[in-house]
């Protein structure tokens, strides 16, 4: 870079697409940042744009905010909002005033007309710079991975745990990858073999099969110095899309004849073990049970799998909570999204008494419950998220209400839909933790993390949206076991080289 400091593009694209819903996620779901306000908000954030932006000004470079949009995983996105985004990412690729680009991008973003959005932008973003100029990409692990997207950029990598308490790390080590190919050092090569299945279930890296996976890949990687990552891929769920499946994916500095051999034997492994990847969920009377005769000192967190908004359901399941009520005296807290409800509570302020319809407006399967209960709390519904996991970044809710309930239920409605994973979506609405004897949340791994020492997590069996029960997937597209009839696979890994930079 003849002495000047290396000029890096940074830029985020996230959205965890669910194709079941028959909405669209529009713009104003999204929470947006432009130019430099991108790399201020990311500062110290617990993501994969926090870990570029930390290891890129450690490295003294220079950072360039493009665009960062991002909203909760939910429906397909609008077809209209998303090309809006494109074309402004092209836009700003022009100038072409920067070495690399480094983003952060789920990698399941989907829209009607495009089941792989990432892959598409990747496409467009090579289109607007030419082949000189690197790009690097940390997704999520729950990434529909797709060839365009390896032939697109140089780097693309995933995070490694799950709950993704290593995002930071990836997006670090993102920027060090495009650091070592502007030096000349990298000639990233990536092998990738798929398997078309999707895990039920057991989906924790902490323990079980994927622990052992990831061990083994590990082992893989540290024994072949050329082996610069291997990613594991456990594919969205909810993508519908040709060739879904579990991805496993090795980088290596160069061709590695090894690589296919390694990257088929990984993924061979989920074909072996497929009969493992299943959940233990428990009944929602076996919960409220343990709710009220708990194990621990501490109340249980009761994950709401049906209608997990971290697997893009809209979080308006009336279940647990019309179970709650027929148990008066048990304390806990239930968040549903229902924008009308919120309306009614605020035209009657806080500590009036009413009666309202909530829950079941967005998800078919689902009536509303009507409740009566005080107005105690309202607010605009932003928070800061304590973490760890997503530490550090804005929440936004919408407006909110919090019903005091007859029975002793406190109902959190929002008008937006949020995952529920973090302490600060109750603490932040005046409801304590500590007070009640249960929470529901809507996300099935990370609150596992920041929950911890505060409430017990227990998976539930609910129906919705945001589960794999049997028969879930309609499959416009996509072909997987076990939703499909998949004959034995033949596994074959393909391999995507790039140019070197100019
Ligand atoms: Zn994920």
Known sequence: ????????????????????????????????????AVIEQAKGTGSTLGGIVKRAQAMGFETIGSIDVVAPASALVDDGYY???????????????????????????????IPDAEGDLLAALRDAVGPGIPIGVGLDLHAHLTPKMLEKAEIVIACKENPHTDTVEC??????????????RLAPVSTVARVPMILMGNGDTFAGPLQQIHSLARS?????????????????????????GQCVVVLSNGPLH????????????????REEF?????????????????????????????????????????????????????????????????????????SADIVVDVGGTMTPIFDSVTVRGKVRNLSDGVFIAAGP??????????????????????????????????????????????????????SGYHFKVNFDGLAEPLTVATPGLGYPFPGYHPGKRARFYPEHDVSEPNIKAITFTHREPQ
């Open 389 to 442: 996991i997503e530490g550090g970044i804005r929440n936004e809710m919408g407006d909110t209400a919090v019903l005091d309930l007859e029975n002793g239920l406190l109902l959190l409605l929002t008008s937006r839909p949020n995952y529920a994973m973090d302490p600060q979506t109750f603490e932040s609405q005046g409801i304590s933790i500590a007070a009640q004897d249960f929470l529901v949340v809507k």
């Open 278 to 350: 299943r959940d233990l969920l428990i009944t929602v009377d076996q919960a409220l049970d343990l709710a009220a005769n708990p194990r621990k000192a501490i109340p249980v967190a009761l994950a709401d799998m049906g209608d997990r908004v971290a697997a893009g359901a809209p979080g308006d399941s009336p279940i647990i909570l019309k179970a709650a009520l027929a148990r008066p005296g048990l304390r806990g807290a239930i968040p549903i999204t229902d924008p009308a409800a919120v309306a009614k509570a605020r035209a009657a302020g806080v």
């Open 171 to 184: 997006g670090e080590k993102v920027v060090e990858l495009l650091a070592q190919i502007l030096a000349g």
């Open 1 to 36: 870079m003849n002495g000047r400091k290396i000029r890096l593009l940074i830029g985020r694209m996230s959205h965890e697409s669910n194709s079941l819903p028959d909405f669209r996620t529009d713009g104003s779901w999204f929470t947006e940042y432009r130019g430099e």
């Open 220 to 244: 893989l990687a540290e024994a072949h110095c050329e082996i610069h990552d291997i990613s594991i891929y456990n594919v969205n769920r909810f993508t519908d899309d040709f060739d879904m």
């Open 258 to 273: 090894q690589a296919a051999e390694i990257a088929e034997n990984i993924a061979a492994e989920f074909w072996h073990r």
């Open 83 to 113: 090309a809006r985004i494109r074309a402004e990412f092209a836009e700003r690729a022009k100038r072409r005033d920067f070495d690399a680009i480094a983003l952060d991008l789920h990698g399941a973003m989907g829209t009607d007309s």
